[in-house]
């Protein structure tokens, strides 16, 4: 592929909800441009995009991927992005790359529940957004029907350029509302339409959506607008140059349509892109920071060369691929360049232009365009790469914590042996899993947006890296407190041949507010502890309250007052005072109220609303208290506090009682006691459990 000026690249992320289409338009993109002899499908396993194995096998996008191919005189690098919730973290980290989105619409369904979640995203990085509506040649697809709900969700903004010429199994053309032209198709051809007249049955509609377009191009202009009134219309280059200013300044969402399946459409949609999308010279400019400054900075073709790395793989034969995009300058194969991060010297051997998984080699890539290459020793997603010191460091996006977790153990002592190596790589592309030990339960715990997430990394695992593991659901991190005052002795003394153990404490022992975990207070006066003992006996009392009091359970927000005790100037020692410190401490939980702490989730649900009150009834069920509600459209987030007991098998429940429509996030608030009935199981089943382990 031949090298293309900053000016004549497009970066466009296709975003929108599962299955609404964005893998197979990007095929069919890539079959009409001739940069495939085909045009692959999504059901059989083996499109561009989709090419990692897991995708293949589920049929669904997992991960973002990227295409890069010419279209006339422009290149387009396209990014095929997750529509599923918890794999939208994925779409979110590649959008800084992007220069604009193509929000993928069902002609059947709509708006759906991602569908507002990637609009925010497009609308965070500030980015051009057009709106296709695919699917047009399935049963009941109504593209005015699609185009009323975008109204509700988006407003009056987004405006048809484009209208369908035959509906459902008949679409088989698209008039173009700026030239006020009709293109025809064969279904299932090469995906290049024939031009003609608009029919006589759409002229009317066509010249309804014209005026339409028209009038609101010149609404945001002062000259179009004086132009329009003046003549009544907008010739074809006022029309063009209109839209691209409206849609980079996001006051117009132009509305396309296509059929991917059919491949319908995709000339014009190629077209609309080259056209009135704008080239990385025209997107917004990003943050960053310069010498400790914040700054907003565009992309700088006659800068010296740096790049940003918005993505990394791992693949099981090239090692480690970091994909990024030339910020300034232009990168050359082979170049030299230093990780702000690391500091470490880069070496760029074989910079290639993505196309899905093969990598097609370059020798150049300008300021705006996307790249990747293999094997950087040190450079992980989010990092700057530059030729000098002092150069614009290009923030990272900010991915939210995982949702859920599940403890991970590995089958047999050799995949035990690998797990951390191969969890290592699998975490290095995938931002939004958390791998961690558990200081209390002692379980590693695996986390991230969902079980079937967590699934795929487990299936991961096996395919590439030979390492089987076992999930399961974690253990509850339950803690003990006080909710009482004691004030007890605590008193060692062993006599044996030689020198004896002695050591005499008096402690007081008081509640402290959720999440003050420990104070220990020292309030000995006359010497009757030496100072030397004062820190065994808070050892003493540190090691006594972790292995807990009423069901071996870490004890927490207690404070500990130190205020008496006696010593033996031959037999004491730091040991004897531990011991003491221990006995008294347990001491004082018989007398001091112990009680029972779970902890408590802040969950945020997203759902449609006619979910709402089943899901708010369910919460209640769980023992939850619901804290707050918005409405946003025909989307409901409802907030609650739920203890982390009740929230092990939620994401099931809530695909269940919505059909999947709803999604969550959930992470730790506080702790709190656990009601009676509940502590009295808990109790019970760690008296059997330890008991068990004694026999053993």
Same mark, same amino acid.
């Given at each position: 592929?031949?090298?293309?000026? $900053?000016?004549?690249?497009?970066?466009?992320?296709?975003?929108?909800?599962?299955?609404?289409?964005?893998?197979?338009?990007?095929?069919?993109?890539? *079959?009409?441009?001739?940069?495939?002899?085909?045009?692959?499908?999504? &059901?059989?396993?083996?499109?561009?995009?989709?090419?990692? %194995?897991?995708?293949?096998?589920?049929?669904?996008?997992? @991960?973002?991927?990227?295409?890069?191919?010419?279209?006339?005189?422009?290149?387009?690098?396209?990014?095929?992005?997750?529509?599923?919730?918890?794999?939208?973290?994925?779409?979110? @980290?590649? +959008?800084?790359?992007?220069?604009?989105?193509?929000?993928?619409? /069902?002609?059947?369904?709509?708006?759906?529940?991602?569908?507002?979640?990637?609009?925010?995203?497009?609308?965070?990085?500030?980015?051009?957004?057009?709106?296709?509506?695919?699917?047009? =040649?399935?049963?009941?697809?109504?593209?005015?029907?699609?185009?009323?709900?975008?109204?509700?969700?988006?407003?009056?903004?987004?405006?048809?350029?484009?209208?369908?010429?035959?509906?459902?199994?008949?679409?088989?053309?698209?008039? =173009?509302?700026?030239?006020?032209?009709?293109?025809?198709?064969?279904?299932?051809?090469?995906?290049?339409?024939?031009?003609?007249?608009?029919?006589?049955?759409?002229?009317?509609?066509?010249?309804?959506?014209?005026?339409?377009?028209?009038?609101?191009?010149?609404?945001?202009? /002062?000259?179009?607008?004086?132009?329009? *009134?003046?003549?009544?219309?907008?010739?074809?280059?006022?029309?063009?140059?209109?839209?691209?200013?409206?849609?980079?300044?996001?006051?117009?969402?132009?509305?396309?349509?296509? $059929?991917?399946?059919?491949?319908?459409?995709?000339?014009?949609?190629?077209?609309?892109?080259?056209?009135?999308?704008?080239?990385?010279?025209? !997107?917004?400019?990003?943050?960053?920071?310069?010498?400790?400054?914040?700054?907003?900075?565009?992309?700088?073709?006659?800068?010296?060369?740096?790049?940003?790395?918005?993505?990394?793989?791992? =693949?099981?034969?090239?090692?480690?691929?970091?994909?990024?995009?030339?910020?300034?300058?232009?990168?050359?194969?082979?170049?030299?360049?230093?990780?702000?991060?690391?500091?470490?010297?880069?070496?760029?051997?074989?910079?290639?232009?993505?196309?899905?998984?093969?990598?097609?080699?370059?020798?150049?890539?300008?300021?705006?365009?996307?790249?990747?290459?293999?094997?950087?020793?040190?450079?992980?997603?989010?990092?700057? +790469?530059?030729?000098?010191?002092?150069?614009?460091?290009?923030? &990272?996006?900010?991915?939210?914590?995982?949702?859920?977790?599940?403890?991970? @153990?590995?089958?047999?002592?050799?995949?035990?042996?690998?797990?951390?190596?191969?969890?290592?790589?699998?975490?290095?592309?995938?931002?939004?899993?958390?791998?961690?030990?558990?200081?209390?339960?002692?379980?590693?715990?695996?986390?991230?947006?969902?079980?079937?997430?967590?699934?795929?990394?487990?299936?991961?695992?096996? !395919?590439?890296?030979?390492?089987?593991?076992?999930?399961?659901?974690?253990?509850?991190?339950?803690?003990?407190?006080?909710?009482?005052?004691?004030?007890?002795?605590?008193?060692?003394?062993?006599?044996?041949?030689?020198?004896?153990?002695?050591?005499?404490?008096?402690?007081?022992?008081?509640?402290?507010?959720?999440?003050?975990?420990?104070?220990?207070?020292?309030?000995?006066?006359?010497?009757?502890?030496?100072?030397?003992?004062?820190?065994?006996?808070?050892?003493?009392? +540190?090691?006594?309250?972790?292995?807990?009091?009423?069901?071996?359970?870490?004890?927490?927000?207690?404070?500990?007052? +130190?205020?008496?005790?006696?010593?033996?100037?031959?037999?004491? $020692?730091?040991?004897?005072?531990?011991?003491?410190? !221990?006995?008294?401490?347990?001491?004082?939980?018989?007398?001091?109220?112990?009680?029972?702490? %779970?902890?408590?989730?802040?969950? %945020?649900?997203?759902?449609?609303?006619?979910?709402?009150?089943?899901?708010? $009834?369910?919460?209640?069920?769980?023992?939850?208290?619901?804290?707050?509600?918005?409405?946003?459209?025909?989307?409901?987030?409802?907030?609650?506090?739920?203890?982390?007991?009740?929230?092990?098998?939620?994401?099931?429940?809530?695909?269940?009682?919505?059909?999947?429509?709803?999604?969550?996030?959930?992470?730790?608030?506080?702790?709190?006691?656990?009601?009676?009935?509940?502590?009295?199981?808990?109790?019970?089943?760690?008296?059997?459990?330890?008991?068990?382990?004694? %026999?053993?």
């Amino acid at each position: 592929m031949r090298v293309f000026d $900053s000016s004549d690249i497009r970066n466009v992320a296709l975003i929108g909800h599962g299955h609404c289409g964005k893998t197979s338009l990007t095929s069919a993109m890539l *079959f009409t441009a001739g940069a495939t002899d085909r045009h692959f499908k999504v &059901d059989e396993g083996n499109t561009i995009t989709d090419f990692d %194995e897991e995708e293949a096998a589920r049929k669904l996008t997992i @991960s973002s991927a990227l295409a890069g191919f010419q279209w006339q005189k422009t290149k387009i690098n396209a990014m095929d992005t997750p529509g599923y919730n918890m794999f939208l973290n994925d779409a979110r @980290s590649v +959008l800084i790359a992007a220069d604009a989105s193509l929000v993928v619409l /069902d002609g059947v369904a709509g708006i759906e529940v991602s569908t507002e979640k990637v609009w925010s995203f497009a609308k965070e990085f500030e980015l051009a957004s057009a709106i296709v509506v695919n699917k047009l =040649d399935r049963e009941r697809a109504s593209f005015d029907r699609v185009v009323e709900s975008v109204h509700e969700a988006f407003g009056r903004a987004a405006v048809p350029v484009h209208l369908p010429f035959g509906s459902e199994k008949n679409f088989s053309g698209v008039i =173009d509302l700026i030239r006020m032209r009709c293109y025809s198709y064969q279904a299932g051809g090469n995906g290049k339409g024939s031009e003609g007249e608009i029919p006589a049955s759409e002229q009317e509609a066509a010249t309804q959506g014209h005026e339409a377009l028209v009038e609101m191009i010149a609404e945001g202009n /002062d000259e179009l607008m004086e132009e329009f *009134f003046a003549t009544g219309t907008l010739p074809v280059e006022h029309i063009v140059s209109g839209l691209q200013q409206a849609a980079r300044e996001r006051r117009i969402f132009p509305v396309l349509c296509a $059929s991917a399946a059919q491949n319908v459409g995709t000339d014009l949609l190629m077209n609309f892109i080259a056209e009135i999308l704008p080239s990385p010279l025209q !997107r917004s400019p990003l943050e960053a920071t310069q010498n400790g400054n914040e700054i907003k900075r565009e992309v700088m073709p006659n800068e010296a060369p740096s790049m940003f790395v918005f993505k990394t793989a791992a =693949d099981p034969f090239a090692g480690r691929v970091s994909y990024f995009k030339v910020m300034s300058g232009a990168i050359k194969d082979d170049a030299h360049l230093t990780n702000v991060r690391s500091n470490c010297n880069e070496r760029l051997a074989h910079i290639a232009t993505p196309f899905g998984k093969a990598l097609q080699p370059v020798t150049e890539l300008r300021a705006g365009d996307i790249g990747a290459v293999a094997k950087l020793k040190e450079t992980l997603t989010g990092d700057t +790469l530059c030729e000098k010191t002092g150069c614009v460091v290009f923030r &990272d996006v900010e991915i939210p914590e995982p949702s859920i977790a599940y403890a991970i @153990s590995a089958k047999t002592r050799n995949d035990e042996d690998r797990l951390s190596t191969a969890l290592a790589k699998i975490l290095e592309e995938d931002r939004s899993l958390r791998f961690y030990r558990d200081p209390q339960t002692k379980e590693f715990l695996l986390a991230g947006n969902g079980q079937q997430h967590v699934e795929i990394v487990v299936s991961r695992l096996k !395919r590439r890296y030979g390492v089987e593991v076992e999930l399961k659901a974690p253990k509850i991190p339950y803690r003990e407190t006080v909710r009482g005052t004691a004030s007890v002795q605590g008193r060692h003394k062993k006599q044996t041949g030689g020198h004896g153990q002695f050591g005499d404490c008096w402690i007081r022992i008081e509640p402290l507010a959720r999440g003050e975990k420990f104070q220990f207070v020292n309030d000995i006066f006359g010497g009757a502890i030496p100072k030397q003992y004062i820190p065994a006996v808070e050892k003493g009392v +540190l090691e006594a309250a972790e292995q807990g009091f009423v069901a071996g359970y870490p004890v927490t927000d207690f404070k500990v007052t +130190l205020y008496d005790g006696s010593y033996h100037d031959v037999d004491s $020692s730091e040991m004897a005072f531990k011991l003491a410190g !221990r006995k008294a401490f347990r001491s004082a939980m018989q007398q001091a109220k112990p009680a029972l702490l %779970e902890p408590i989730m802040k969950v %945020e649900v997203e759902t449609p609303t006619e979910f709402a009150g089943d899901l708010m $009834s369910d919460f209640n069920s769980r023992r939850g208290r619901i804290s707050g509600m918005d409405i946003k459209g025909g989307m409901q987030t409802i907030r609650a506090q739920v203890p982390m007991s009740e929230m092990l098998s939620y994401q099931n429940d809530l695909i269940s009682k919505t059909q999947g429509r709803a999604s969550f996030h959930m992470e730790f608030d506080h702790y709190d006691y656990v009601p009676a009935p509940q502590a009295e199981k808990i109790i019970s089943a760690a008296k059997t459990h330890m008991h068990v382990e004694e %026999e053993e």
